[in-house]
C-alpha cells in the first residue's frame, strides 16, 4: 500500500467519531449566533440612528486598522474557495458519507460563513469604504483560488489549517482588542466573537492531527515538516484590486498588519511553537529515520526563524489602498 491509502485509511478510521466530533467543536444552529445579532434591524424605527452611530464610532479608526479589517473581511468572504480545496482532500471527498469528513467540511463551512457576512454588512454600514473596489477583490479571489501547496494531502491539508485558523483567531482578537481601545465598543464585540468562533476550529483541527500523530507518527511528521519548509502561506495571499493587477496587494496588506501589530512575523514564529508544544514533536519517539530527521529540523526551526524576523524591516509609508475613501 502507497503511503497516500495509509494515509486515506487513517481518516476513514478517524473519521468513525464524526459525531463526536462535530458535537465537541462545532454550536449546533439553532444555538448558534447569527449575524442579525449584531446588526441594526432594518424593521425598526431606531435603525438609522444606529447606523449614524455606527458611522461616527467608524470615523475614530485610523487607515490601517481599516485596510486590515477589509482584508479580512475579503479573507473571510472567500470561503467558497475553501470549501471546495477540502472538499478534494484524499480521504475527504466522501461527499455521500454521513460518517465522512465532507460532514465535518459542510458544517464547518456552515458556521464560518457567517464571519464574512457580518463583517461586509459592518464594513458596509459604516460608510468608510469603497464597496465597489471590495466586492471586486472578494470575487477576484474566489475565482483566482489558492495555492497552499498541500497536493490535497489530508495529513498536509489539517497541519495547515491548524496553523491557519490560529493565525486568523490572532487577527480578529487583535483588531477587537484596536477596535475597544479606539472606543467602538460594537465592533470590538463583532471581532471577538469571529475570533472565538475560529479558536474553536483551530482547536479542532489541531486534534485531529493529534490523532494522527497517534496512529500514524512518521509520517506525519514528515508531513509536518514539509508543510513548514514551504512556509505556511495566507488564504489571500492572491489579493488583487480593482485594475485587477496581481501588484503586490497582499504585501501591503501584511505590512498594515504589522503595522499594527495585528498579526506578525513573530506570530508565526509563536504558532509553531506552540503547535510544537501542543503536539508533544520534541519527545515523540519511535520514528523512522526520516521522521526522524524531520522531527530535528522541526524543532531547531523555530530559533532560525526568530533570527530572521530580526531582520525584517516594516515600511512606514501607507499604501493607498481603493477599498478606502
Not at 494515509?7 to 454550536?27: Q, T, W
Not at 486590515?68 to 482532500?89: C, F, N, R, W
Not at 512518521?218 to 512556509?231: L, N, P, T, Y
Request: glycine share 4%; proline share 4%; charged share 25%.
Amino acid at each position: 500500500m502507497d503511503k497516500i491509502n495509509e494515509r486515506i485509511e487513517v481518516m476513514n478510521h478517524l473519521a468513525l467519531g464524526m459525531d463526536g466530533i462535530v458535537d465537541k467543536y462545532l454550536v449546533p444552529i439553532d444555538k448558534n449566533w447569527q449575524p442579525s445579532d449584531f446588526l441594526p434591524d432594518p424593521c425598526k424605527e431606531s435603525f438609522f440612528d444606529e447606523v449614524r452611530e455606527i458611522q461616527k464610532a467608524a470615523k475614530e479608526l485610523p487607515y490601517d486598522y481599516w485596510a486590515v479589517l477589509i482584508g479580512d473581511m475579503i479573507t473571510e468572504e472567500a470561503l467558497p474557495t475553501y470549501e471546495s480545496s477540502i472538499m478534494v482532500v484524499k480521504g475527504v471527498e466522501m461527499t455521500n458519507d454521513p460518517q465522512g469528513w465532507a460532514r465535518w467540511t459542510r458544517a464547518w463551512t456552515a458556521e464560518e460563513n457567517r464571519h464574512g457576512d457580518l463583517l461586509s454588512k459592518y464594513v458596509y454600514l459604516a460608510g468608510r469604504v469603497n464597496m465597489k473596489a471590495v466586492e471586486t477583490s472578494t470575487q477576484y479571489l474566489i475565482a483566482d483560488g489558492f495555492d497552499i501547496k498541500t497536493d490535497d494531502d489530508p495529513y498536509k491539508t489539517f497541519m495547515y489549517t491548524s496553523f491557519q485558523e490560529l493565525a486568523t483567531n490572532i487577527s480578529h482578537k487583535r483588531t477587537g482588542t484596536l477596535a475597544k481601545k479606539h472606543g467602538n465598543a460594537y465592533l470590538s464585540k463583532i471581532c471577538l466573537m469571529i475570533a472565538a468562533d475560529e479558536m474553536r476550529h483551530h482547536k479542532a483541527y489541531k486534534s485531529f492531527i493529534s490523532s494522527i500523530f497517534e496512529i500514524d507518527p512518521s509520517e506525519m511528521m514528515i508531513a509536518f515538516a514539509d508543510m513548514m519548509k514551504q512556509k505556511i502561506v495566507m488564504p489571500a495571499h492572491f489579493l488583487r484590486e480593482m485594475n485587477g493587477e496581481k501588484s503586490g496587494v497582499f504585501g501591503h496588506f501584511s505590512d498594515a498588519a504589522q503595522r499594527l501589530g495585528v498579526y506578525t512575523a513573530k506570530d508565526y514564529v509563536d504558532i509553531l511553537d506552540i503547535l510544537l508544544t501542543d503536539w508533544n514533536v520534541s519527545t515523540m519517539t519511535g520514528l523512522n529515520d526520516v521522521a526522524a530527521k524531520a522531527q530535528d529540523y522541526l524543532m531547531r526551526l523555530p530559533e532560525r526563524l526568530t533570527r530572521l524576523t530580526d531582520r525584517i524591516k516594516i515600511p512606514e509609508l501607507e499604501y493607498k489602498f481603493s477599498w478606502i475613501d
